[in-house]
């Protein structure tokens, strides 16, 4: 059975159906870092600083 007949035989009622079950990973790190270099720049100054690298989250 593919993933296209699970939906279709899935009852539409059912919002918790196998067949219409979706997955999702996020994966982000906490602004603090950014937002606290960020908040001595004007706001087009951080966005660009982001933008250019210079402002980033380290690994």
Known sequence: MTAVERVDEADPTDLFAAGLRRQ??????????????AAAMSGL???????????????
Not at 45 to 59: C, K, P, Q, S, Y
């Open 45 to 59: 100054d951080a966005m660009r600083a982001i933008g250019d690298g210079v402002l980033r989250n380290r690994r």
């Open 24 to 37: 999702r990973m996020v994966d982000w790190h906490a602004p603090g870092p950014v937002a606290r270099a």
